[in-house]
């Protein structure tokens, strides 16, 4: 939610919290990629969208070499 209305602090602190509570979760782990990645932090957008494929969520190379 808080993505969406741009307040990056909150919805990195929410995507923390989903994480800590359902760490296998691709989704929680693409949803705090994209809020790095407006917040400018490529390199943490990339570890996580990374971990997000792991978990078995389809990235589109495009996203991940827009994060390289």
């Known amino acids: 939610i808080?993505?969406?209305l741009g307040d990056m602090?909150?919805?990195l602190s929410d995507m923390n919290t989903a994480i800590s509570l359902q760490p296998q979760t691709g989704?929680?782990?693409l949803n705090r990629s994209l809020v790095y990645k407006t917040l400018d932090n490529k390199?943490?957008?990339l570890q996580d969208a990374l971990k997000a494929?792991?978990?078995g969520m389809q990235i589109s190379e495009e996203y991940l070499k827009e994060l390289n």
């Open 2 to 4: 808080y993505l969406n």
């Open 9 to 11: 602090n909150k919805a």
């Open 27 to 29: 989704a929680n782990y």
């Open 43 to 45: 390199n943490m957008a």
């Open 53 to 55: 494929k792991e978990l």
